[in-house]
């Protein structure tokens, strides 16, 4: 963990950017993306496809000891890898 990681800190601020969310939930920044395609998180706002995305701290210490949400996270990231994968081998055999 770096020095200046979120979990440091000794008040989380209100918004949490996606770098600290993917800290505070224990999935790497890539993966928050995935979990908003999923539908299991939600930014604040309605930001544009490109622009910085903020989550609620409240919720997002909420979700950090939701079982089963942290399960159905996980589960989608493990989807989405494998999906991947998947169209990964087929386009090597289609050449």
């Known amino acids: 963990m770096k020095e200046n990681s ?13 770098q600290q969310v993917g800290e505070m939930l224990g999935f790497l920044s890539h993966e928050i993306t995935v979990l908003m395609n999923a539908g299991l998180l ?12 903020f989550f609620c701290a409240k919720q997002i210490l909420e979700l ?3 079982r089963e949400w942290l399960d159905k996270a996980t589960r989608a990231i493990s989807k989405h890898w494998q ?12 050449i």
């Open 6 to 18: 979120i979990l440091f800190v000794p008040r989380l601020p209100a918004r949490l950017n996606v």
């Open 42 to 53: 939600k930014p604040l706002g309605r930001p544009a496809a490109n622009g910085h995305k």
């Open 64 to 66: 950090a000891e939701d």
């Open 83 to 94: 999906q991947k994968n998947r169209k990964s081998e087929e386009g090597e055999l289609t």
